[in-house]
Each structure stands twice: as C-alpha cells, then as structure tokens.
C-alpha cells in the first residue's frame, strides 16, 4: 500500500543496500535547511518529518518561494541539510558516496544549464555513467533507446542538444533521468516547457513508470489540477513546513488553496479526483460598450 505518514526514525543500518525488487522507505526526520548555515536567519525549511513509503508519484504543491527545489535539492545530496537526517531503506544519506547514490536516485532539474554540441543519443547516454563499466556501452545504448522511443523523441536521436527548443530539451533530460534508472527520481516541474498535450501525457507516463519499474517519483508542480489528477499523494508546503500531505482528495480542499496560496477557489469532484476552479473575488465589471472584435483578413 502506498501512503505517506509523519514518523520518527526508529532503526539504522551501516551499509547501504537497494534491493532492486524491495518496497522503497523515503524518510525524513527533522530535516532544517537555512542557507548561510544554522546560525543563519535566512531559513528555508525547518522540522519537516515524513515518510513516503511505497512506489508511487507524489507532488509536491506550493507557492513560489516556499522552499518546493530546496526540499528535493535535500532530499538528493545537492544540498547538505542544516538539521535532520534522511534515510533511504533505513541508510543515512549522509553516509552514501554520491557515486553510489547516483545508482538509484535520478534528478531531472527544471531547467538545463548545458549548452554543449552533443547528440541528444549522447546527452541521454550520460544518464548511463553511474552503471558504465568496461563492455557495458551495447547495454547502455540499448537503455538509451527504450527511453528515447518512451519518451517519444527517437526522431531527435541524431540533432544536437543544444539546437532543440525548450520543450525538447525538457523530454530529452527526462529521458536521461529515466536512461539513470534509478529507484527513486526526482522532478523539478517536468512538464514546465510543454504544452497540454504533452503535460498530461508526460505526468501519466511517470505514474505508470512508478508501477512498471517500482520507482517512487516526487515531482514539483504548479499545475494544481494536473498534480490532482495524477498523483497518489501530494506534499502542500508552507512557511517552511509541510502544512497538508495525504490524498489529493484531503489536501486540495478550499480552505488550504485560500490559506496557502492566498486566492478563492471552488473545488469539484471529476471522476473522483478534485478540481480547483479559481474565484476572482474582484467584482470589478470590465464589460463596457466598446467594440472589441478580432478580423481574420485573407
């Protein structure tokens, strides 16, 4: 069963171990983070304490600002936190070479800052380096493949990385998250540079990979009604903390989009799943009786 729970630490273990077919444990205890260290005033995150358990697609919801990148930054050893531990199958990532981290944790950032003339069949094969050894290249393109086609983009398997548009760029670093093939893959905002089509096709991907592959996936969204739809639970931040997690049915309630994000909306059931519709509490009239009209001509 899949579920998120807050919970204390209760064991550890000294060596690292993942077991390829083992349910996966993510568990968070106390972590804190303020950049400067923790002396610092300027802090981020502090106390936040959950376990996700299970292989599922957990969003995590918020608004700018509240900390949503530094969480997974955390979570995946981009950032040392200032307080708390986080374990993965009871093993201090603390105690983890980033090396061996990297065998089964993925990230997918929000943007990329690489700009270099690669093949895109190049850029997703350096997902393959935390498994590369000597006579593993046919194996590696064979993974680099099977992302490619999953994604969708054998077409761009030849153009070079840094002459793709936005979008592309964003499928190409997914499939070199997925090329990682890793347990565990973290998103920032994965579906950012693609347009509705692609955004719904993409989130429902990853939900069907989290069962196909056993793989947790935890995502940062700003699209409320895809995150609803998709998600099997959803992590709500706030003021540097987690003010909602559970089902999308028990944290996007009216109440905590309006304490939250600070805006009116109306929440509906569609098939189950919760929809915000967004209320303008500013009754301004802007109908007036000028003639606005658009003209195709030709």
């Known amino acids: 069963m899949k579920s998120i729970s807050l919970k204390k630490r209760t064991s550890d273990k000294d060596q690292f171990a993942m077991d390829p077919d083992a349910e996966i444990d993510l568990e968070i205890n106390s972590l804190s983070f303020a950049y400067g260290g923790p002396d610092s005033d300027f802090k981020v995150l502090s106390d936040v304490s959950l376990k996700i358990h299970g292989a599922q697609l957990v969003s995590i919801l918020g608004p700018n600002g509240v900390g949503k990148s530094t969480f997974i930054h955390c979570l995946n050893k981009i950032l040392e936190p200032t307080g708390g531990t986080v374990m993965v199958n009871d093993n201090d990532l603390s105690e983890i070479t980033v090396k061996d981290l990297a065998k089964v944790m993925g990230y997918v950032p929000y943007t990329s800052s690489d700009n270099f003339p690669l093949s895109v069949t190049d850029t997703v094969l350096m997902g393959r380096h935390p498994h590369s050894k000597w006579g593993s290249i046919d194996d590696d393109l064979r993974v680099v493949h099977e992302m490619l086609t999953l994604i969708g983009i054998t077409d761009l398997a030849d153009r070079n990385f840094n002459e793709l548009s936005a979008g592309q760029h964003q499928k190409v670093m997914l499939a070199r998250g997925l090329a990682q093939e890793p347990r565990i893959l973290f998103l920032d905002e994965p579906t950012s540079n693609l347009d509705v089509r692609f955004q719904l096709e993409i989130t429902r991907m990853l939900k069907r990979l989290s069962r196909q592959k056993n793989m947790l996936v935890i995502m940062i969204s700003h699209d409320i009604n895809i995150a609803a739809k998709y998600s099997d639970n959803i992590i709500m931040l706030f003021d540097g903390g987690v003010y909602a997690v559970g089902r999308p049915q028990d944290v996007i309630t009216s109440e905590n989009i309006s304490h939250v994000y600070e805006v009116g909306a109306q929440?509906?059931?569609?098939?189950?799943?919760?929809?915000?519709?967004?209320?303008?509490?500013?009754?301004?009239?802007?109908?007036?009786?000028?003639?606005?009209?658009?003209l195709r001509t030709g």
């Open 267 to 294: 929440v509906i059931t569609d098939n189950g799943r919760p929809h915000i519709v967004l209320v303008d509490d500013d009754d301004t009239d802007y109908d007036d009786d000028h003639n606005y009209h658009v």
